[in-house]
């Protein structure tokens, strides 16, 4: 049977030759991230700016427009309204996000500015029974049947009961958790990179662990670029996203780098740039076949895996190209501009 | 194993049931995010009950001193966190302290007894100041006594499995499943609910009340017949509690002869005889039940009170009188509390999320499966077995832990899947390549996983740090995510390389071929 090959055996394309390219065009992506981060900044989430996001589904499709224009009202500073999918995609509804940003006044003001922006959504759509529409007229208790005369918004029809909004998710964070989630995120990241850096160091040389943080590093910025630049929201869920791409990049890196150890005993003879070359392309199938089943299982996730998650995918399939990129380009080359010498490895002695 | 601790998930609630005793019961436990349900993290006011400790304190040193013997101090005051008091007679400065020690009595705790308080003398000045130790103590049982409050209330809801739990020194998690409203879960949890029963002053100044002051051993509250938004009417409560809250022994939501919504409760002996004493005494007075900082109703009394129960009206709803029914009977909270950080998901949202992970757990499965079933040919389906077992796997360990599944931990498991190949590409890689070198079949797979392993290892460990320190610092969702990644990752060694090395060995030995197709 003739197996699929997305990289031909015969395979010798020249990585080390062109590192410098390779070079240039990381320390421009990672210099942009950085001046975007220091400039436009990222989209925080409400894990770390702290705030109300409110998601709430209507049976009527809501004005973006006038909901903008009536939560403004409120003032609660910069409220943002997005509108998720509609009712045409099979939901018994239309889904509306509202995010309200973290108000002066410590945690109590939190569930204050909650409760205003309920009781205006209340005053538009109606009261937020948790009914649906399948629940039928005759089955509510008599006060509730009251209530509901009186509203006008809800509204019978053939014995079902329409109500006005339901509220699906809602979550308030106040200053001081986001803060503390703010310093936790980043001690995990750091804290990553150098138990990384320790491991392969034990492992292999010093300036494999180097090469590696500086790939990981790499693989870090450029995804807080990719934030900045399409400004997806960046919340507690991308930081689990950057530690997984770090461990992706990594598992990559230390592929390539137990190819480079193993030929370094083997060819002696062979000067190094070539050899890094070699052993590049000796482990290129492997690298773009888990590529592959990884980016096939991300893509399945962020089409069919709802809306909650799909910053998280978008974020990975992202680190998955950079995670890629940089073992090759930056982790394997780096090892030349690190001054790795063939005597650094070969006394340890070893051999399994 | 993997399959045995997995199968119940595949059973409902009845055939769980019915399952023998031998047989694993433990399902996943979904997150919040996939059930639905109230997550709220609660802070509780420590600063506060240590000052109120310190008033407390500072009320009974005079009389400490007096039964001492010293008759002649200044009021004392509360200053940087201790009480000082200032003694006018030197002589007697030495007398005061040993008595002030004496009344400092020694806590017991795990780690040793401590004083509660250290007594200094400076002058004629004597500082009297709560120990490390102490607060430490009295902070872990305001803990441990919110925590059993809480849960007293929340098991009154009647809802499944509540977590209640302390998180760092101060906080306490609750996580109440199957429930998207948020508020009702707050105003069972958050309210002090501390019931007293005071004297109202009847000799004040009205005008001076209407500007807010009264006499000294007294205190102002106020009463809100419109709510909370509406206008206050001040009262000026004697401070002397006539009974507490704590003296009650049940609590039950009523009507009184009006058909108003009404709280009937029963006092314990204890408060019955305080309550008859008080009512005795000062009929015709008026007096004022307290909840927390506010006046529920100040009724006057037309006869002694001597069956020790007693009814409290107000402006209530029927919801309220039960929820404050279920207030008094769990019982006051040692501290105010506050909440830093709420989520709520609906159980509709939670079922959407489920389903979106499922399918794109199976879709991505069958594109990862047809993928690896090209590229590698027979030993691509021995690969794709070992990931199918290995997902079961991971189904299984998830339940056994008792590990909650969230949403996150979906992403977790499919994202295993793309990787969990991972070990077999780099196997059947080094097989193709050992191949290629010449040598026969039965030496290429061998020397393909025996070298492939070194690489697997590494590979691996450095993912599970990764996701180690995930789990560390993360929270909520994440850590299930973390969970998730870390079990794939163990799982999915074992089965690419034991699984499919038995697989492929098996394989060679039945048919010996003479070329290898991978």
Known sequence: ?352 | MGFWFTAPNFLNDDQLVDLPDWMPKQQINLGLDLQGGVHLLWEVDIEGVNEQELVQLRATVPDVLRDAGVRRFKRPVIRNDAVQVRISDSAKVDQAVDALEEFSQPVNTALGTFETFTVDASGNTIEMRYTDEALLQRQSEVLARSIEIIRRRIDEMGTQEPTIQRQGDDRILVQVPGIDDPDAVKALVGKVARLTFHMVDTNVDPSALARGRVPRGSELVNEYPDGREGQGIPYSLQSKVMVDGADLTNATAAFDQFNRPAVAFTFNARGGKLFAEATRTNVGKPFAIKLDDEVISAPVIQEPILSGSGQITGQFTPQQTNDLAILLRAGALPAKLKVLEERTVGPDLGADSVEAGRNAAIIGMIGVLIFIALSYGSFGIAANIALLINLVMIAGALSMLGAVLTLPGIAGIVLTIGMAVDANVLIFERIREEVRGGRAPFQAVEAGYSRAMGTILDANITTLIASILLFQFGSGPVRGFAVTLAIGIVMSVFTAVIVTRLMVATWLRRRRPSTLSI
């Open chain 1, 1 to 352: 049977m003739k197996t699929l090959k997305l990289v031909p055996q015969k395979t010798n394309l020249q990585f080390i030759p062109k590192r410098f390219i390779a070079y240039v065009i990381s320390a421009v992506l990672a210099v942009a991230s950085l001046g975007l981060f220091f400039t436009q900044g990222l989209n925080y989430g409400i894990d770390f700016r702290g705030g109300i996001v409110l998601e709430v589904r209507t049976e009527m499709p809501p004005s973006v427009e006038e909901l903008r224009a009536e939560m403004g009202q409120l003032g609660l500073g910069d409220v943002s309204i997005q509108q998720l999918g509609g009712a045409d995609e099979g939901t018994d509804g239309y889904d509306v996000f509202i995010r309200v940003e973290t108000q002066p006044g410590g945690d109590e003001a939190q569930e204050i500015a909650k409760d205003k922006v309920k009781a205006r959504l209340t005053d538009l759509y109606g009261t937020p029974f948790d009914l649906k529409p399948s629940i039928l007229f005759d089955d509510l208790t008599t006060p509730e049947k009251n209530e509901m005369v009186e509203s006008s918004i809800h509204y019978v029809s053939e014995g079902k009961v329409y109500t006005g909004f339901s509220v699906r998710r809602e979550e308030v964070v106040g200053p001081k958790v986001s803060g503390e989630l703010i310093e936790d995120g980043t001690m995990a990241v750091g804290f990553a990179i150098l138990a990384v850096l320790f491991y392969i160091w034990m492992r292999f040389e010093w300036q494999f662990g180097v090469g590696a943080v500086v790939a990981l590093v790499h693989d870090v910025l450029l995804t807080i670029g990719f934030f900045s630049i399409t400004q997806l929201e960046f919340n507690l869920s991308i930081i689990a996203a950057i530690l997984t791409i770090v461990g992706y990049s990594l598992n990559d890196t230390v592929v390539v780098y137990d190819r480079v150890r193993e030929n370094l005993r083997r060819y002696r003879k062979i000067p190094l740039p070539e050899l890094f070359n070699t052993c590049i392309n000796e482990t290129l199938s492997r690298t773009v076949m888990t590529s592959v089943t990884t980016l096939l299982a991300l893509f399945a996730l962020y089409f069919l895996g709802g809306s909650v998650i799909q910053g998280f995918t978008a974020a990975m399939i992202w680190g998955i190209f950079i995670g890629t990129y940089s073992s090759v380009f930056i982790a394997v080359p780096f090892l030349l501009l690190l001054n790795l010498r063939r005597e650094d490895m070969v006394p340890a002695e070893d051999e399994e």
